[in-house]
Structures are given as structure tokens and as C-alpha cells.
């Protein structure tokens, strides 16, 4: 008989680096190729290699804008090319830099019961990331409450062998980030006429990438056809989706601060 696909996902062969140790052990290697470099202090190495991938994505042109770095650039290169080296010659090539500062570096913060979960086996490493955000200061309450949540999506999770796009929609509903209203054709010419607004005003504002790459994926789901999609892309595109599911996660924590702020104004 036919395995289902539940089956088959929960017989995948385990990450050999996702865990905190694996990561802790290739952030060691890095140190030891920059000692006097690389931060020995655990917060301050994340947000160098945070930094690592900034400039990667964003070579130097010469602006000005935005914060400065707390290090050289040229040290960050380096580090970007020394841990290349590493990631290469410890997977042999299937753990990019930016997939190992996204997907595998954020293990160091995750809680200790989410971890659990991991390693045995229960997640893998994207629902991991999923059931992680799922943090006393995001759902407002303690962190016993907070790890109850958790323990409890865990187990249905498991229960039902469910997929990750269903563990990834509970976690928003419990975050309060489940979207209700429909995208309508009106509300996406509102935002083609935002991205066209800011290009008039400022063609180096960089904003407006947002607004098109957003516009982009809501033309996708209407052409894309069920058979364009198998196995492999919907991983890769979920797998994608968590980076830009944490970006828009700052921008909405962003956007309920300054709402918070105004309202003290008033008062």
C-alpha cells in the first residue's frame, strides 16, 4: 500500500545539523578561523552574522543610510567566505550561508521544549520555526502559559500527523495574524497605485520593492494550477516563506508599537 504523504514526511532522514549543538559547533569553526573577530559572547556572534548576511545581500554602493555596523565590512566578507568554506565542507554544499543564518542560527533562541521536539523527531525544522514563535511576548502571557500553547499544538500536531501548512495557519490564528478579509482586485490596484506614488516621489526609494514583490505573489496564485506544484517546490516556497513570514512579523510588532505610541499621545 501507498505510503501518504504524512507518512513519507515523518520517514525523512534527520537533519544532521539541526540542532543547537551542530549549529554551536559550526559558529565554533568560524570563531577559530577569525578569533579576533568573531564574538566569543553568544548574542553579539548572532548579530554579527546577522550583519554577515546584510552584507551580502546588500553590497556596498556607498549609501548612507540606515544604522552603521559595529564591524568592518571587510571583516564581514571574510567571516561570509570563511563560513562558506565551513558550511561547504560540513554539508557538503546543501546548507547555503543564507539558509544556515535563517533557518539554522535562529535554534540558538528557540525554547527548550520546541528543541525537544526537533530532536525527537516530531518536527522537522521549518514547523520547529513555526511552533517557536509561539513566545510569551507575541501572545502576551507568561512563559508557563506560553509553553503550555506549545505542548498542546504539539500534540494535536502529532496526533493528526498534520502538515506543516496546517501547524503554520494554527499558529497564526493563535497569534492573532489570521487574515479574515479577502484580497480584492480594488485593494490590489490600491497598492499598485502606492508603488507608482512612491516612484514618482523618490525612484531611490527602495520601498517600493515590498509593494512589488507582494503585488507579484498575488498575480502568482491566480495563474499558478495545481499541477504546477509537487512535493519539492511546496517545500522549498514554505520553507521560503518562513524568513518572509518573520519579516512581516516585525513590520506588523512594528506597526502595533507606534499604534501604541499615538494612542498615549492622545491621551
Known sequence: MKASKATRRRQRSPDPLASPVAVRRICVDLRESMPAV???????????????RHVERHP???????RPSNWKREDLYTAASNLRG????????????SSFIAQYLPLLRFPTDVIDALLSGQLNLQETAQLARLTPERMGCSKAEARKHRLEVLRSHVAVQGSQTRLRARVKELLGEA????????????????????LEIDPQDTRHFFWEEMKRLFFAM?????????DQIIEEFLSAMDGV????????????????????VRI
Not at 222 to 230: A, G, K, N, Q, V
Request: avoid cysteine; aromatic fraction near 2%.
Open 179 to 198: 487574515v479574515s478579509a479577502e484580497t480584492t482586485s480594488q485593494q490590489m490596484t490600491t497598492v499598485v497605485a502606492r508603488v507608482d506614488h512612491l
Open 60 to 66: 556596498s554602493t556607498g549609501s548612507t543610510r540606515g
Open 86 to 97: 565551513i558550511l561547504e565542507r560540513e554539508t557538503r554544499g546543501r546548507v547555503s550561508l
Open 222 to 230: 491566480r495563474e499558478i494550477e495545481l499541477d504546477d506544484l509537487d
Open 245 to 264: 513570514s518573520n519579516v512581516l512579523g516585525r513590520i506588523e510588532k512594528r506597526r502595533r508599537e507606534r499604534q501604541r505610541q499615538l494612542e498615549k
Open 38 to 52: 568573531i564574538p566569543a559572547n553568544e548574542g553579539n556572534l548572532l548579530r554579527f552574522l546577522y550583519a554577515v
